[in-house]
């Protein structure tokens, strides 16, 4: 069974950066995507990136692209979320989930980290 860890979440001012990472353990990683999700409070878990390991398939939330880049280590069995001039509407509970395929659909996903908190206010 696959386990996930986040890490790299905090408090930044708005307009700032973070960096998220996500530590899988070994499995067959060129059969898998690797996503991110986010989740505000009262609000919808929601698509926020995919990568699968080769990093030829990756994909965003219209919204994000632009400011949010998802990158993949297979080395490292890591997967990074870079997040740039950050607002505070991103805050929220940022999970990674892992899937047999690629999708947006959180409901496609089985196996999820247990998330970290990215707060972004002055």
């Known amino acids: 069974q696959v386990q996930l860890v986040e890490s790299g979440g905090g408090l930044v001012q708005p307009g700032g950066s973070l960096r998220l990472s996500c530590a899988a353990s070994?499995?067959?990683?060129?059969?898998?995507?690797i996503a991110w999700f986010r989740q505000a409070p009262g609000k919808e878990r929601e698509f926020v990136a995919y990568?699968?390991?080769?990093?030829?398939?990756?994909a965003y939330a219209h919204s994000l692209e632009g400011r949010f880049t998802i990158s993949a280590d297979s080395a490292k069995n890591t997967v990074y979320l870079q997040m740039n001039t950050l607002k505070p509407e991103d805050t929220a509970v940022y999970y990674c989930?892992?899937?047999?395929?690629?999708?947006?659909?959180?409901?496609?996903?089985?196996?999820w980290g247990q998330g970290t908190q990215v707060t972004v206010s002055s």
């Open positions: 989930a892992a899937t047999a395929g690629y999708s947006r659909d959180v409901n496609q996903y089985r196996t």
């Open positions: 070994s499995f067959t990683l060129p059969h898998y995507a």
């Open positions: 990568i699968n390991w080769t990093g030829r398939n990756v």
